[in-house]
């Protein structure tokens, strides 16, 4: 097979780590239709913002993704692409995940951008017991067509985190 055929045939596949052996929680929701305004200058205002708490009751090795979907299997024509507006730097939208309360989570590797698909947390977390990461997403829902469907996934070596639902009282 040569390149542009294998690119063509899979342009939308993910590969993901071995976690076989790996315990997992995670918070998912289809359809959104409650959700904050987003406060970060990559996604903005009208893009959906939720706050997923998980916590640790043993030491261990945490690894966080947030995911989104850009189709339900529709035709091409009907999928809506994330990116299409733009936020208020002038480029085009796009969904973003932080982990943590550190107010310039790029130089410690805590926050992402990411289209579609998976948005994998460039750092591992290495969490105490007791201890509660906060992971902070905002998507892109503000075009009619897009698929409101997300979740934030943290996996841990020792055992399943406790996961707090964004929009409990």
Known sequence: MDLPLFM???????????????HHAYMMEHDATQWYPGTSKYCGKSCAKQTV??????AQTV??????????????????????????MGKRKQHFMKVGS??????NRDAILFKSGEGPSKKVYEVQAG?????EVEYDFSD???IRDWSVVAWSTE???????????
């Open 131 to 135: 201890e509660t990461l906060t992971v």
């Open 102 to 107: 550190d107010k310039n989570p790029w130089v």
């Open 144 to 146: 009619s067509k897009a």
């Open 8 to 22: 063509q045939s899979f342009k939308f596949m993910d590969i993901s780590v071995d976690i076989e052996h790996l």
């Open 63 to 88: 690894y966080i993704a947030a995911h989104s979907w850009y189709k339900k299997m529709a035709p091409t024509k009907c999928n809506f692409q994330t990116g299409t507006v733009v936020n208020e």
């Open 159 to 169: 055992k399943k985190l406790t996961v707090t639902d964004p929009l409990a009282a």
């Open 53 to 58: 708490k998980f916590t640790s009751d043993v």
